[in-house]
């Protein structure tokens, strides 16, 4: 913990965001068990690494009581805070976004996570309209699919709990304001973070059981639309108008059970290098994503593209023979060097000369179900630049919406029957010096309105099987259908 005389002097050099940090002594068994004291509450979060290094797989990161807001849609910005609520009109959202955010001026901590404070939540698919260019191929649509989510909505998160799964210990931040906040109040507020998750109840950690895969998804397609869908993109190819085009379906159902719960079923059966839970005003959000959109750490941009996929096999001998018959399969390689392209060149586009570099190239990378060729794409942002010029050239990603980017996008506003809103977009979040670390929206669901939605596409090329490119959507959502009768 910093000292009072630290923190009147880092107010003294213009911080208006100093992170107070205490340890807790407490021994609690997991994640899991500490957010469970706070579940119920609006406006908190938890973020997990369950796979990956040991530079981002070390903390879970928990958010409470974020009581600001900023929700942007169709141009709209509303900011609300504990004063009221302020309704902004302007054309380019991503630049007021930056500015909000360039306000704040916090020092940077040894031994703490990438991220300890600063804004969380979601950039919808349809988001990218903000970016150039993009706006023809994401106009909202007004269907009795669409689940009408805002295009942005971040909560502005100052008290956190950090669970260093690699120390099993647990610290409580108080992202003070020196300028508004003493140093004894702000030492209350850090005893109060620790209070609520003495006080409170607990889930107990359940191991789940097998499902009999009982349970089935509607979807905002009939499968005979979906093909004749897939069928039509065929003939663009063919025309020479695209080169692959992601058609997604929303998998819905009625759900009244335990969000939380179902986050905790889908940790056990998909670890994945990004998992999240958001409570928010809007919506919960439930993900599991293997994917990043972008990451901005320090001016270095990093796209990781995955594309390609098998299953895992029932042991080492059969994983090697999958990963063999993955490498060979030429349909495989070539979307997948074409979305190494795409990455490419979505990061050439704000990076200085010569800095994009491909610093691994079709390795496989295993999860708990599947296997997936991955390439890492980095670039050093061009001075100038922030963040939010990373999210406009990187968003909608390339894995979910085809190449050339734009014209899928057209294609995919044409074909799919209503708005994607959060999936295929990004889940992540923002720092106080402007670093990001975005997910891709996929293996992701939504519940609002006692509904639960599920995402779920398919990437059509010239060569695609209409009814196995339905079956593979099919696929993808079943996760949740397992998840949900689990926790059943």
Not at 122 to 139: D, G, M, V
Not at 146 to 164: A, G, N, Q, R
Not at 232 to 246: F, L, S
Request: charged share 25%.
């Amino acid at each position: 913990m910093i000292s009072k005389e630290e923190y009147i002097e880092f107010a003294e050099n213009g911080f208006n965001i100093v992170p107070l940090i205490k340890t807790i002594e407490k021994d609690l068994d997991s994640p899991i068990k500490v957010f469970s004291r706070i579940k119920n509450k609006k406006n908190t979060f938890l973020l997990e690494s369950i796979e990956g290094g040991e530079k981002w797989a070390q903390y879970s990161i928990i958010g409470l009581d974020c009581e600001d807001s900023i929700k942007v849609s169709d141009n709209k910005i509303e900011i609300k805070t504990a004063l009221g609520t302020n309704l902004i009109e302007c054309k380019e959202p991503l630049n007021e976004l930056n500015k909000l955010i360039a306000k704040y001026k916090s020092p940077i901590l040894d031994g703490m996570p990438r991220f300890y404070g600063g804004y969380v939540g979601f950039f919808a698919y349809e988001s990218a309209k903000y970016a150039e260019n993009k706006i023809n191929a994401l106009q909202r649509k007004d269907s009795k699919f669409d689940v009408h989510m805002p295009d942005i909505y971040l909560v502005k998160s100052e008290k956190i709990i950090v669970y260093d799964n690699f120390n099993n210990s647990i610290q409580a931040v108080y992202n003070a304001n020196p300028q508004k906040t003493s140093y004894e109040d702000a030492l209350e507020i850090i005893d109060e973070i620790q209070n609520s998750i003495d006080h409170s109840g607990e889930l107990e950690e359940t191991s789940y059981s097998n499902t009999t895969g009982q349970l089935e998804f509607k979807s905002n397609f009939t499968k005979n639309e979906y093909m004749s869908s897939v069928n039509k993109i065929k003939e663009y190819i063919k025309e020479g108008d695209v080169m692959q085009v992601v058609l997604a379906q929303d998998f819905y159902q009625s759900f009244d059970g335990d969000s939380f719960e179902l986050y905790s079923a889908l940790r056990q059966i998909n670890p994945s290098p990004y998992m999240y839970y958001l409570n928010l005003d809007e919506c919960e959000v439930v993900g599991s994503s293997p994917e990043i959109l972008v990451r901005l750490e320090d001016s270095n941009i990093t796209l990781r593209p995955i594309a390609g996929t098998r299953k895992r096999g029932a042991n080492e001998e059969e994983d090697k023979n999958n990963e063999k018959d993955l490498l060979n399969d030429p349909k495989e390689l070539a979307e997948h060097l074409m979305l190494i392209d795409l990455g490419r060149n979505d990061v050439g586009r704000v990076s200085e000369i010569g800095s994009v570099k491909l610093t691994e190239k079709m390795v496989i990378e295993r999860y708990s179900h599947v296997m997936h060729i991955v390439s890492n794409v980095v670039g050093k942002l061009s001075k100038g630049l922030n963040f939010t010029d990373a999210l406009k050239a990187t968003l909608p990603a390339g894995t979910l919406s085809g190449a050339p980017k734009i014209r899928a996008m057209e294609i995919i506003n044409e074909l799919e029957p209503s708005s994607r809103g959060i999936y295929g977009g990004a889940i992540g979040y923002i720092s106080w010096n402007g670093n990001i670390d975005t997910a891709i929206a996929i293996r992701t669901a939504v519940i609002r309105d006692n509904k639960i939605h599920v995402g779920a596409g398919a990437g059509i090329v010239a060569d695609s099987d209409p009814e196995k490119e339905w079956e593979e959507c099919v696929q993808k959502s079943k996760v949740f259908l397992d998840a949900m009768e689990m926790i059943s």
